[in-house]
Structures are given as C-alpha cells and as structure tokens.
C-alpha cells in the first residue's frame, strides 16, 4: 500500500484490471479477445505520442526570485493544468507553523464528475494510515497497556513469532514476511470470504509462516506488520479498531470528517472521494474495496485536507502523547549491521525530512515534513494517477523554499 515502485505504467495496470474483472464476471472468450486486440491498438497509438505518466507533467517551474505569494500562485496554475490534463483529480496542502499557505482540490469525488471535491472531502490515505496506527499504539503506550519492547505473542497468542516485539511491528524489522493477503486468498473459503484484523494473525500460524530475519535485525516494508499493530490495539484497548482510533484520536484532536472504514464498517460513507481509474479507450469506473479489505492498519484511514491540517498540529505541538513517545517516530533503529533504519513509527526518514506515500486502489498519496517542523504537505489523489508521487516530488522540493 505504498513505498513499492513497479516499471509499468497505468495503461498496463488498467488493462490489467479489466482483465481480472472479466475473469470475476465469467465472461465469454470474446470479451477477452476484444479487450486484448484493443489494448494491443492502443499500445500502437501511445507509441506515436508522450507517455500518459508524463503527459501534461510540465516542470514546476519557480523563478528563486518569486515571493511567497508568486510561488503559491505559479503552484495553484501548475496544479489546475495538471487537473485539466487528466493526470491529477484531488487535493494538495502546504502550510508553515500551521498556517495553510495552499488548501485546494482539483478534480471530482466519483468516477461519473458529479460531485466536486472539497477541502472536507475525506479520501482514502492508503499507507499513510501507518502514521494514525503508530500513533493508536503509543497512546496504549502512554497509558501503560502496552510496551514498545513488550512480545506480541502476550497480545496476540496466536502469533508465530515470539521473539518479535511491538516495537518491531513499527519500525518494520520483525522478519515476518509480509504475507497476509497471499494467505487470505489462499484460505478465502474457511474465511467465508471476509477478511478481519483478528484473522491475521491466525493466518499466518495456520500457514506456519516463520520469520525470514532475526527481528531487529533488518528493515523490510511491510503491510502484515501494521495489520499486526492494528490488532495490537484491538487486543489491548478490547475496541475494535475503527472505534478506538475514533476514540483515541480523531474526536480529541476534533479531525471530524476522518475515520477509518473498510468492508467490515457496515456502512457506504458516501461523502468520501470514491476511488477510481481512467481506462484508455473504455471509461472512467470505480474501484470498489476487494473482499480481503475487511483490514486496516497498514491503510483503511479517510481524512481530508482540513482534516490534515489538525494532523499536522499533533506532530509540531502534540498534546495527546508525551514528547519522548512522537521522538520515537522520527528516530530509525540501529539494525545489526551497525546501520540506522530509515523508517520510524510509521514515518520514513531522509535528508528532507519524515514522510510516506501510500497507493491502493485509487488512492496516490503523499506526506512529508521539513526538518525544522514547521513545513508540511499533503498530497492526495483518488484517480489511480501515477504521476502523482511525481508531484508532489517537486512539491516537496518548493517546500523548503516558502519560509
């Protein structure tokens, strides 16, 4: 759900898509030739003209000269080109010291246009959910329910892995490989076709996964981990996870619009932006959670810009954690090569400053802080834009400069 670069670009993964589709609707071997021999045609038109990742991705060009308000003003254009272009449909903020210096949507909120996007538009946050989990489990941590250094087994006793500790789980260094929606197809029947955040752990003892690494001893992305901390909370807090982050964090802080939500939520929350992709030459259509989105964790949190906005307030003045604890956040490990990890709780870690991405299904999103916590961006999307890391890239890169 985020961080993971592949080579091909988005008329592959749609045409993809379009298969598995017809592949879950039985459909007739026509179809399959049809959708075949078309995306074979349009591979010959796209060869006559610039790729669809890079099309309409102008430069962000800003004079060093410009003042604040020409940057943000030369932004806000790049922007409205890049929406008019059809290669990013959502929203950006940039603030300093808590200030937005840009709050704006480009685009719509579902695959037929017929709603705008709005600053409370709530969209799917993919991995940059980890952050609200690693936050969820330092506030069992402030109150003495869980331990950093505290085995997981004591939580969660069906895990197979003993050795591995809370503490791993968020900086992503326990070694269990990261398997669960592999697992989850495979045993989709005696799941009964829905998959929760209990069952993981079961999943991966009835499967006898072993760790690969010693824990600790090495970094590896991995969404099974955050799955694992989001039933850290359920088991600890005795709340089902959606509940207790609505509890622990989004009522305090007062981020109103924000939630976490999933097939298991029992309900359609329509006022968030819909996922959906763009196919060469067959439409616009949705991209609807899958059956193993029963989980959260590693994603599952919606939020909006204003929303983002208060986020940003818990990391620079944080109220609801001691200050020792958001550290923790920001400080890789020591692996056992005597090397630092560059990922934290929830955060990774490079000369910029913290931040993360996330991707899954039409979501593209992006978070990153300055060094001196005093800048912030968020970038999100909900079309299956590709170039939408690219972005806010460049975004990241004025960032600096607005001070």
Known sequence: MGFRRGRRGPDFYAYLGLVLLLVALDAPFAAFAAVI??????????????????????????????????????????????????????GVLIARGGEPLLMRTFGVADPKGERPLTTSTPFRLASVSKQFTAAAVLTLVRDGRVALD???????????????????????????????????????????GRLRIADVPGLLAHARIRSRRTPGAHYEYSNTDYVLAAAVVEAAS??????????????????????????????????????????????????????????????GVFASLEDLLVWERFWREPELLPAELVEECFRGPTLANGETSDYGFGWALDFMGPWHNGAWLGARTFVARTPANDGWLAVVDNAANEATELFALQLRLQLETLR
């Open 37 to 90: 021999l078309g995306y074979l045609g349009w591979l010959g038109l796209r060869a006559s003209r610039p790729s669809e990742k890079t099309a309409g991705l102008a430069r962000l060009e800003v004079p060093d000269d410009a003042t604040e308000a020409e940057r943000i003003a030369r932004i806000e254009a790049w922007l409205e080109a890049a929406r008019d272009s059809k290669t990013f449909n959502g």
């Open 150 to 192: 505290q085995p997981v087994v004591e939580l969660l006793p069906d895990l197979p892995h003993p050795e591995v500790t809370v503490r791993h789980l968020l900086n992503q260094t326990s070694g269990i490989p990261d398997a669960y929606m592999r697992l989850a197809k495979k045993r989709k029947r005696a799941l009964g």
């Open 238 to 299: 005795g709340t089902p996870f959606e509940a207790y982050l609505r509890e622990a964090l989004f009522e305090p802080l007062g981020m109103n619009g924000s939630r976490v939500w999933n097939r298991e939520s029992g309900d359609d929350f329509p006022e968030r932006a819909i996922d959906f992709v763009r196919f060469p030459l067959f439409g616009v259509y949705p991209l609807d959670p899958m059956w193993f989105d029963g989980v959260s964790g590693d994603g």
